[in-house]
């Protein structure tokens, strides 16, 4: 679908990679939709992604203008769900002699420790809550733990106790790792995760093992690209909704999981105009409600599983349900996914889906075959049980607040009833079905910073430290590919912390602005 841009207007590409479908959408500088395109995910996923790519730009009269390219990707999800294409990684934690009883990886599932571990070691070091050090960083440890991993681990994950309030022996041991081993990949945890050390250090070396997955990615993209002639800037979508550059993606590839989701809320604030709002994105195989908090998602306060590791950065607070476009009707919750073009009856398949209910019902029209008349009882019923489905999800995620609207998005939205019980109203804006590629395209780039300062040392030293921590998220949201002129503060939290031998705090910074120009 196309509207004709000004063609003197520069133009950006949003992709968004779903288990379903790929989308892609073209904005222009006012941020106007000008072109869209669905097509369906293919299992390597990059050949899903470029036909998505050929068939935007293939709408636009000038290519050229396209001057940046957005991406959100389940290329690093995959990779751990699966267990494939990850990296050897090396685990070091600074926390001896206090945390010795829980070595790293204790609580990862066997088959994927066995692709992942290239071998751990805990040696002294490490801080305590307010700062003062556990012991002395035991650098001889070190460099004999380097040593025996030589050469065969791809990454390097370091992990110190509360190193996202002191960070400086992380630092020091990265400088070791770069004298003794020269250009060697390192993941740090003050980096990439918040309080909480075994989900710090989990998230952190799930990073690491994924150095090579973004690495391929963003061969692949830029392959892509090349090839169609197209000198762009490239940004990736990350966890809570904003963008990073391709840099700063290669050096955090895991904050790209959950992508998909936060694009999806995003995109649909702006479409919809409403930034207050539970949103329901429907796709192939399921369902994900989140909420919309001042246009952002609402963050989840529990710990993320991924793969069957527990880690702490941030994700979006969304609840799946096994009901999308795809599922297939009585069945134990399956989805022909991106097959449902060949599968489902309303596309002259043999197998009923919840398209083919929706379509049964009335609340939509699809596909170019009809739904044959022995199965409307059937699919009916299917719609009634999809409805009770969707009405104890939306009560879930409302938190007993029914005055929110519900925003419908996703190229299986016409599943959804036009009244949803614990919802004020059902909001259904325009290009609906690519929400989450528009997501993708108008996000922000973004920095966030977590530490502890404490605050017994009068006001304006505990003035000074907030300070320097805004502008460290800032530095980082600069780094993402902000532009440094615009960049402000949008989130800032300070929770006391109890039971300590002076006063502090956990500080929570978060600052975004729009991409340079």
Known sequence: MSERPDQRTRLRVGIDVGGTNTDAVVLDETDAVVATAKRPTSPDVTEGLRAALDAVLGELDDPSLVTRVMLGTTHATNAILERRALGRVAVLRLGAPATTSVPPLSDWPADLKDVVAAGTAIVRGGHFVDGRPIAPLDTDAVKRFLAEVGSGADAIAVAGVFSPGSADQENLVAEIIRAELGDVAVSLSHEIGS???LERENATVLNAALYGVARDVTTAL?????????????????????????DYAARYPV??????PANSLRGAAYLSGVEDAIVADVGGTSTDLGVLVGGFPRESAAAVEIGGVTTNFRMPDILSIALGGGTMVGAEPRSVGYRIGQEALVFGGPTPTMTDAAVAVGRGVVGTHGVPDRWRDRLAEAVARADELVADAVDRVALGKADRPLIAVGGGALLLAEHIPGASEVIRPRHAEVANAVGAAIALASGRLETIVPTGNGGAARAALIEKAKEEAAARAVAAG????????VELSEIPLSYLPEPAVRLQVKAAGPLSR
Not at 228 to 243: C, I, M, P, S, Y
């Open 222 to 246: 830029q392959d892509a690209l090349e090839s169609r002639g197209l000198k762009v800037e490239t940004f990736f979508a990350q966890n809570d909704g904003t963008l990073m550059a391709v």
């Open 195 to 197: 309080l909480g050390l």
């Open 255 to 260: 904050l790209t999981i959950g992508s998909g």
């Open 482 to 489: 902000a532009d440094p002129a615009s960049v402000q503060i």
